[in-house]
């Protein structure tokens, strides 16, 4: 049996149920995988991320709203691929096989640079496949800011045409200003926000509550333009 608090399920069953569609979100992790990141760091995303979809307030939440869930690996220009495929949440088995399935995958690429835009720009078009889902987030993990490819600005208007939230979680290993640079030009979308981790060793926690935060779209939230990680 799942343990989920009262105040945290509460949160997620008192929201509106009353959709168009049976997928209320499609969510894409976009990991970074660029080469400032070492396997060890590379092992805490996908562990944390792994941890926090277990989470039995995480995992309620995506059955609840019947997410759509895709991970990619992204990295320098023409360098992205999804590595987790789309897999729809019914239910807590569902959340289980793709917890272990992105514990279990392997990086992709080792030694490039930073192309933030094109990341969102391919995570972009993968929407396609799920266009029977309400909310289309984005949701990007890095720890430095663009030096190649589209800037992230340019693929505001797109976008937002297409409904398309991109929030972002701004490792500051080695950039102390990496969360404003998010704020700045990569979030972007109604309730859109950047949180920040100071340290990978931050990164588990910090995904937790982003994920937390995007899939149950509280109230609260969508009130407040940006997140700086105090929460």
């Not at 970074?32 to 060890?40: E, H, K, L, P």
């Not at 495929?85 to 514990?103: G, H, Q, S, V, Y």
């Not at 600005?153 to 200003?177: F, M, Q, R, T, W």
């Amino acid at each position: 049996m799942r343990w989920v608090s009262g105040l945290l399920l509460s949160a997620v069953l008192s929201l509106p149920m009353q959709r168009a569609s049976a997928c209320d979100i499609a969510l894409i992790l976009a990991v970074d995988v660029s080469g400032s990141v070492d396997q060890n760091e590379f092992d805490i995303q996908m562990k944390g991320l792994a941890e926090a979809l277990r989470d039995g307030a995480i995992s309620e939440a995506l059955v609840v709203r019947e997410a759509a869930v895709q991970v990619i690996q992204w990295t320098g220009s023409g360098r992205h691929r999804v590595s987790v495929p789309w897999t729809r949440i019914k239910d807590f088995n569902d959340t289980d096989r793709l917890a272990d399935e992105i514990e279990a995958d392997q990086r992709i690429w080792r030694n490039f640079s930073t192309a933030l835009g094109e990341a969102v720009q391919f995570a972009q078009g993968n929407f396609k496949q799920v266009s029977d889902c309400e909310r289309k987030v984005i949701d990007v993990s890095g720890d430095g800011r663009s030096n190649e490819g589209i800037r992230p600005p340019e693929l505001h208007a797109s976008l937002l045409a297409d409904g398309i939230i991109v929030n972002g979680l701004a490792i500051e290993a080695y950039d102390k200003g990496l969360t404003t640079y998010f704020e700045e030009h990569l979030i972007v979308g109604p309730g859109s926000f950047a949180m920040r981790a100071a340290e990978f060793e931050d990164y588990p926690e910090r995904i937790r509550r982003k994920l937390l935060r995007e899939i149950t779209k509280q109230l609260s939230d969508l009130d407040l333009p940006y997140e700086n990680g105090n929460l």
